[in-house]
Each structure stands twice: as structure tokens, then as C-alpha cells.
């Protein structure tokens, strides 16, 4: 057998060397084995690196978000839209759009597009209801189809934003709402966030525009700003820190947190009030400092919102505000939102690795027919932006008004005064021959979510929105001569009138003849307080009477005062024995 004095050394050394290069690639073979385990790993725990400054993501969010609000307000017009503005309606947009055609000289041109443009003129009058059902219907689906995709086309969204400014301009008084406005604004911008006609999450040959994105941002700073000026401008609790105090309680629609939240320590409404200036009069100049610090005003501003949806049913506006400073955010930081290993996620991060290695596709003529329908959105919103910028800088600022027809770009504000005092208006009927008689027993009706029946709980709604709930917030501290059509309703409740009562919660005389007489009473609301006896009886409220708001009324006394105002006459019931 040999031993190792007969092996030469020539050889010995080239077994040495070859077992140290074996033991050196085995190292090298693990390390990868290891570095591959653990990428796995990673990708399997969805630690997907994105980078910053791209706006795919971003879009997709963006896309959704507006699409969610579309479908809410489309919801709220099938819903509402016959009671209000239909054929029956309290003022029916048939009417309207007549009013107009005559205005402009009795022809459907462009003279009453610019005053009133809606595709309603190009439709068949004779069945209005469908018209309006048809409208929203449409919008409904569009908007629910890219709520559910994240998809979306120029088309579609041009058809939304067709659609809703059809209702808004003929909706009257009740469309007259600072976020009618604010959404047609929102959705507008959206449109040029897609493509032309292609259906894709992440659309290669349609990178998302740095000048869309800036032109939301321009929106939520616009938005804050008109806010905040117009708080410290207009009421004087919004200088001493007092408005929170009353906040709570007055504000259109409250909710049940509102409850709880009136009664908070008299600090911490300072401390409220005092967030509320910060964040609509310093933060919104965060956005122009810097990725991180426009970050901050974004993450700020859905704080804000989110807050303000907790403690009031502001309709859909504190929701649709939020939309804009979702542009706050890009890629990387709005990563955590989708599926890791996720189609749009996937496609982000490789269309991120080919720019990074310079292997971006060459621009195409359509890419660049975009870049310059991209610049000339962003000259059109700063030309367009010029009045509203004078008006945030004047003394005698206005809030929530467009200056072009089309709604393009707004001035905004919410809450420039705040009322001390609740009031709300109740409606009572009574099947007495005699109104004066003091033996009448009068019954009240109840509407869906506004305050009457000091036992029900407040609702919670948003972001849905009765309509007329709201204006009757608004004539409760104006007169019946300055909201007339709170008298129409009183006419309809006497005849029973199912259009009407379909937008009330509770009708007493359901079932039963419909009341004789229906007055309009006023009184002053108060919460009750937490841990008291009234409250422990169930009340959520307290109220006292102020006053008649309108006398007592019946069918035959309104026909001359229906007459006049060209309203239909309700049908008479038929006469009692």
C-alpha cells in the first residue's frame, strides 16, 4: 500500500489545490443557493422594491376613487332625481329646461347649451322620468365597471363627466351644492389620466402625466386654501376658537358620533379648531416642498377628511375630497395597496427596471400627440385658475363658484359662518275639520335622516345624501317666502302625494285618508345630555317650540297660491261624507 512519501509532491499539491477550489465552489454554490432562497422569500413575502416618481399606481387608485364617487352621486340621482326633478318632481326639469329655451329665444342651439349643457335636450321630453333613470343608470354602470377593473378609457370617463353635468345643470336648487361642482372639477382632470380608447390597468404606451398629477394636487390645494380663508374672513368664532362648540350640533346632518363629540371639553374644541387652520391654511403649501413633505400634506389631508366623515353626513364631499390627495402619493408609496406578485404590481415594477436600464420604447406619434394634450391641460387649468386665485386673495371672497359653464375649475369653502342655535321645521297634519280647534290632534311626518322625533337615533349616511334633508337644514333659518317650495310639499302631503312621501321616513296618515290641513311648525333643538334623565328616557334630542314657521294650509287655499307660481295643482281627494 502506498503512504504518502510515495505520492509525488507535483501531485499532491494539484489534489490540494483541486480540493480547495472544490470546497471554494461548493461556497459559491450555497451562497447562491442562499441569495436565490432568499429572494424567494422575499418575493414570496411581497417585498417588491418600487421606485419613487412614477405614477401607475397612483392612477389606478386615482381612477377607482373617482369612480366610486360617480357611482354614489348616480345612486343618489336614481333615487331622488323623479321626486325632485322628474315629471312630478317639486320642480320638475322639464319646466326648466322650457324656461331656458324661451330665454335664449325658443330654439335648442348653442346659446342653451352654454346656459343649461345637457344631453336632456337632445332626448324625448314626453317621458322625462326615464330620461333622468336612463342618465343615471348609465353612470351607474360606467362608474361601477371601473370601481371593479381599475380600468378605464377616455371614453368612459367623458361619458361620466357628460352624464353628471347633464344632471347638475338642470337640477336647481337641489344640485346647488359646493360639491357638485368639485366632482365635476374632480372627474374632468380624470379624463386625462387615461388612454384614448385601450383598456388596461397599466397602459405601456400611456405613462401616467406629471402635469395630471400636479393638476389634483393644484385641486386640493385650492380646495383647502378657499376653505381656510373663507373661516377666517366670515365668522368670528373661527378667530376666537369657539365654532367646535357649536359645530357638532347645528351642522346640517348630524350623525351619532356628532352626539358624543358636542359634548367634548371645552379644550379640546380649541385644539379642534386650531388643527382645522393648520391643515387648510399651512399644510397645503407642504405639497410644494419636496416628495416627503407633499407626502405629509396627503397623508394630513385623508387624516382630516376621515375625521370629518366620522362626525357629520356631509354628503359624499368629505369622501370626494379625499381623491385629490390621494396625488399626494406615487408608486412606492402607495405599493402597500395592491397584491404582491399582483398583476399591476408586477407590471410597474418591470416597466421600472426597463427605464432604469435605458430600454424605455422610443416614443410613439401618439405618446407624443399626449405630451401635448398634456400641456395644454395644464395651461387651460392655470389660465382658468387666474379668477380663482384673485377671489381666494380678495377680502370679499365667494366660495363654491364656478367662473366657465362647464365646471372646470372651481373656488371652494365650506362652513363660513356657523349657526349657534339648531332649528328645523316639522311638518304636522291633522284630520280636523277646524285647524283652530284645540281638541285637533296634529300628527307629525318624519323625514329619512334630518332631526323630528326627539327619540330617533341620528342617522349614518355618508357618503349617500338625501337632498331634501339638507335644504330643509337651509329653510329652517330662512322664512316659507324664501323657500316656496316647502309650501309645495305641504300641498303635496295633503293629497297624499306618493312621489313626495317617497323621500319621507314616516307618514302618519299611511293607510288612512290624508290630512285636512298640514302646517309647518318651528322649533329650537338641542342634544340632550349624555348620562341624563332625558337621555336615559331615550331622547336624543331636546326641542322647544319657537313659532308656526307656516299657518295652517289645505288644498283649496293653495290652488290660487299654485296657480300663480305655475306649479300642478295636486288632484283633489275625494269629498268626505
Known amino acids: 500500500m502506498a503512504t504518502v512519501s510515495d505520492i509525488p509532491q507535483s501531485a499532491l499539491r494539484k489534489r490540494r489545490v483541486d480540493g480547495r477550489k472544490t470546497e471554494t465552489e461548493s461556497a459559491a454554490v450555497d451562497d447562491e443557493h442562499g441569495a436565490n432562497t432568499d429572494k424567494d422569500t422575499e418575493k414570496q413575502r411581497g417585498r417588491v422594491s418600487l421606485q419613487t416618481g412614477t405614477y401607475w399606481l397612483t392612477r389606478i387608485v386615482l381612477l377607482r376613487s373617482v369612480a366610486f364617487i360617480y357611482f354614489v352621486a348616480f345612486s343618489v340621482a336614481y333615487n331622488q332625481n323623479k321626486q325632485l326633478i322628474g315629471e312630478r ?3 320638475p326639469c322639464k319646466s326648466y329646461l322650457s324656461s331656458v329655451k324661451r330665454y335664449v329665444g325658443g330654439k335648442v342651439g348653442w346659446a342653451a347649451l352654454g346656459y343649461a349643457p345637457s344631453v336632456l335636450w337632445f332626448l324625448d321630453w314626453t317621458d322625462m322620468d326615464s330620461n333622468l333613470d336612463g342618465v ?6 360606467l362608474s361601477g365597471f371601473v370601481l371593479v377593473t381599475g380600468m378605464a378609457n377616455m371614453v368612459i370617463m367623458v361619458t361620466l363627466w357628460v352624464l353628471y353635468h347633464s344632471l347638475v345643470n338642470v337640477g336647481q336648487l337641489w344640485y346647488s351644492f359646493g360639491w357638485e361642482s368639485q366632482l365635476l372639477e374632480t372627474g374632468f382632470l380624470a379624463v386625462f389620466l387615461c388612454p384614448v380608447w385601450s383598456l388596461s390597468q397599466v397602459p405601456r404606451r400611456c405613462p401616467p402625466s406629471l402635469i395630471c398629477i400636479w393638476t389634483f394636487r393644484w385641486l386640493i390645494v385650492r380646495i383647502m386654501l378657499g376653505a381656510g380663508l373663507i373661516k377666517i374672513r366670515g365668522d368670528k368664532c373661527w378667530r376666537d376658537l369657539t365654532c367646535m362648540d357649536y359645530h357638532y350640533e347645528t351642522q346640517p346632518v348630524p350623525n351619532p358620533m356628532s ?18 387652520h393648520f391643515t387648510e391654511l399651512i399644510v397645503p403649501f407642504f405639497t410644494f416642498l419636496g416628495r416627503r413633505m407633499c407626502m405629509v400634506n396627503g397623508a394630513i389631508q385623508i387624516l382630516f377628511q376621515v375625521v370629518l366623515i366620522v362626525s357629520g353626513n356631509l354628503s359624499f364631499l368629505n369622501w370626494l375630497t379625499i381623491v385629490p390627495s390621494l396625488a ?17 404590481k408586477t407590471v410597474v415594477l418591470q416597466l421600472q427596471n426597463e427605464d432604469t436600464a435605458g430600454r424605455s420604447p422610443k416614443p410613439t406619434k401618439g405618446m407624443l400627440i399626449r405630451r401635448v394634450v398634456n400641456i395644454s391641460l395644464g395651461v387651460l387649468i392655470a389660465y382658468l385658475s387666474l379668477p380663482v386665485v384673485m377671489n381666494l386673495l380678495s377680502s ?4 363654491n363658484t364656478s367662473f366657465d359653464p362647464l365646471r372646470i375649475v372651481n373656488t371652494y ?9 339648531r332649528t328645523e321645521v316639522i311638518f304636522q297634519g291633522t284630520q280636523s275639520l277646524d285647524p283652530k280647534d284645540p281638541e285637533a290632534v296634529w300628527e307629525e311626518f318624519q323625514f329619512r335622516c334630518k332631526p323630528g322625533d326627539v327619540y330617533r337615533r341620528p342617522c349614518l349616511i355618508s357618503p349617500y345624501h338625501y337632498r331634501l334633508d339638507w335644504l330643509m337644514w337651509f329653510a329652517a333659518f330662512q322664512t316659507y317666502e324664501q323657500s316656496e317650495w316647502v309650501i309645495h310639499i305641504a300641498g303635496r302631503l295633503l293629497s297624499n302625494d ?3 312621501l317617497s323621500l319621507l321616513d314616516h307618514n302618519p296618515f299611511r293607510g288612512r285618508q290624508p290630512p285636512r290641513w298640514v ?18 328616557q331615550g331622547k336624543w334630542w331636546l326641542r322647544k317650540r319657537i313659532g308656526p314657521y307656516f299657518p295652517p294650509v289645505d288644498l283649496e287655499g293653495l290652488r290660487g297660491y299654485f296657480q300663480s307660481r305655475n306649479w300642478p295643482h295636486p288632484h283633489l281627494p275625494p269629498k268626505r261624507n
Open 413 to 421: 369653502g365650506a362652513f363660513g359662518s356657523i349657526t349657534k342655535e
Open 328 to 344: 399626494c402619493f406615487d408608486d412606492a408609496s402607495l405599493g402597500f395597496l395592491f397584491r404582491s406578485g399582483g398583476g399591476a
Open 519 to 536: 302646517r309647518g311648525e318651528h322649533f329650537k333643538y338641542k342634544f340632550s345630555q349624555p348620562g341624563s334623565a332625558s337621555a336615559a
Open 89 to 91: 318632481g317639486l320642480m
Open 259 to 276: 352626539y358624543y363629540m358636542h359634548r367634548s371639553p371645552w379644550w379640546f374644541h380649541r385644539f379642534e379648531t386650531l388643527s382645522n
Open 136 to 141: 343615471a343608470l348609465l353612470g351607474m354602470g
Open 498 to 500: 306618493s312621489t313626495v
Open 396 to 399: 370679499k371672497q365667494v366660495m
